[in-house]
C-alpha cells in the first residue's frame, strides 16, 4: 500500500481536519515503531534495515513497510491518533482496540516469515 492510499483511506474512512504533514507524521511514528519492534529484530536485508522517514515532500506512491493485505493497522493507528486529538476516548479505544489487533496478525506474519535474530547471551558465574 502507498503512502497516499493511506491517508485516502483514512480521509474516506474517518473524514477529519487533520493536516496532511500531521498524518505523514502519525505515519513515521507507526513506521518506525514497526521497524525498530519487528523488522530490527528479525533476520532482513540491507535494504530493510534503514529505517523509512516522510516528510510533505514524500513520494505519494511511496510503497510503506506493511504489505497491503495488513495494511488496516495504518489506518486504524491514524484513526486512533485522529480520535486521541479530538479527545473522543470511546472512538479512540476503539480504533486502538482494532490497530492492536492488526499490529499483532502482522507481527506474527512477518515472525512466520523471518527468523528472529539470536542474541548469543554468555552465561556469567
Do not use: C
Not at 492510499?5 to 481536519?17: A, F, R, T, Y
Not at 533476520?43 to 510503497?63: C, F, K, L, M
Amino acid at each position: 500500500m502507498t503512502l497516499q492510499q493511506v491517508l485516502d483511506h483514512v480521509d474516506e474512512m474517518k473524514p477529519n481536519s487533520m493536516t496532511r504533514e500531521l498524518k505523514v507524521a502519525w505515519l513515521n511514528e507507526i513506521e518506525g515503531l514497526l521497524h525498530q519492534e519487528i523488522i530490527l529484530k528479525h533476520e532482513h536485508t540491507a535494504e530493510e534495515a534503514i529505517a523509512p522517514h516522510y516528510d510533505r515532500d514524500s513520494d505519494p506512491g511511496t510503497v510503506l513497510l506493511v504489505p497491503t493485505v495488513y495494511a488496516e493497522l495504518y489506518t486504524y493507528w491514524i484513526m486512533s491518533k485522529i480520535d486521541l486529538q479530538n479527545m473522543e476516548i470511546d472512538k479512540y479505544n476503539n480504533d486502538k482496540t482494532l490497530f492492536n489487533s492488526s499490529y499483532e496478525t502482522f507481527s506474527d506474519y512477518w515472525t512466520r516469515e523471518h527468523m528472529p535474530i539470536q542474541v548469543r547471551r554468555e552465561l556469567r558465574i
